[in-house]
Nanobody, 114 residues
């Protein structure tokens, strides 16, 4: 059974940094891509960044140059390094693995104070 567990969220001042982790357990068949999504109160969940098994990355425009997605295959862990955080980055962040099925973590809260 596949399980994704996020960690690393918290409260930070604007301009600060956080690193989110997503630890995966279990086997994912036909893994296509991995990614981070976020959902702010009253808003729809939105894509933040994706990475393929080959290492190709993609970012939403508002986080380009500030966020970096990466993976450590030895640890079965995906990361999201977030720098220069802004209040508008405040949201619950979810990790996602897309394979034969779609897998989601439980979410981790990121709050950026102004």
């Amino acid at each position: 059974q596949v399980r994704l567990v996020e960690s690393g969220g918290g409260l930070v001042q604007a301009g600060g940094s956080l690193r989110l982790s997503c630890a995966a357990s279990g086997s994912i068949f036909k893994l296509n891509a991995m990614g981070w999504y976020r959902q702010a109160p009253g808003k729809q969940r939105e894509l933040v960044a994706t990475i393929t098994p080959g290492g190709s990355t993609n970012y939403r425009d508002s986080v380009k140059g500030r966020f970096t997605i990466s993976t450590d295959t030895a640890k079965n862990t995906m990361y999201l390094q977030m720098n220069s955080l802004k209040p508008e980055d405040t949201a619950v962040y979810y990790c996602n693995f897309q394979g034969q099925y779609d897998y989601w973590g439980q979410g981790t809260q990121v709050t950026v104070s102004s």
